[in-house]
């Protein structure tokens, strides 16, 4: 602590900037959990990754994509916020919880929102797109996705429960297989990282979640 007190300002300014840059990490763990309703937008933060790609040429902001994993975690504290707000039994968010997480051992599931200033760059359905989406980790996966479905009209419950939802972003729900057809994890157990990458004509982008080992 004295070192600290003598270091110049400046110095000491970098230190707490790069701490409180740090990215937070996540755990896959499965398992219960203790949720309370007003525990969702912090869960939220901590399973949404955001980038913006630049083309440095004409300095325009080409795409910028943000990304939910609906993890086992998220997705227990989703389950307890939506109970909250529509008043359901205790059987109905019994019900609703357990069709989650076997969704959650099925595939893998993000709830997607890009933005890009030529709009029909957003449509990652389209027969020739602009974006290229993967599932990759640092183990050298690379796992196109299964389903990308477009949500036309965001609703109360994308503007509500993914608040970075706006009439100007095209909004998806995009899914992959959790095991390729090789019977390897498309998400290794061993991933310090894992991520989606978005590649194309005007760059490469990717949003990436840092894994805590367990």
Known sequence: ???????????????????????QKV???????????ADYDAVLRQ????????????MDNVLTATATYESWDFRWAYVVRYSEDYRLTVEQRHALLE???????????????LYSQKHKWNDLTAKDPAWIVRLIDDEGNETAPTDIQPIKRPGAIELTYFPY????????????????????ETISSAARWFG???????????????????
């Not at 003598?6 to 707490?16: E, G, N, S």
């Not at 755990?27 to 309703?37: D, I, K, L």
């Not at 939802?165 to 390897?184: C, V």
């Open 47 to 58: 399973w949404t990754r955001t980038e913006q790609l630049t083309n440095v040429n004409v």
């Open 196 to 214: 989606l990458r978005f590649a194309g004509a005007q760059g490469n982008q990717e949003l990436l979640w840092q894994v805590s080992p367990e």
């Open 165 to 184: 939802t706006t009439p100007w972003r095209s909004a998806f729900r995009i899914t992959f297989p959790r095991k390729q057809r090789d019977g390897r």
């Open 99 to 113: 069709r989650s997480l076997s969704e959650f051992r099925d595939q893998h599931s993000f709830y997607l929102a």
């Open 27 to 37: 755990s896959m763990g499965e398992g219960p959990r203790e949720y309370v309703a």
């Open 1 to 23: 602590m004295a070192a600290m007190r003598r270091a110049p300002l400046w110095v000491l300014l970098l230190l707490f900037s790069g701490l409180s840059c740090a990215e």
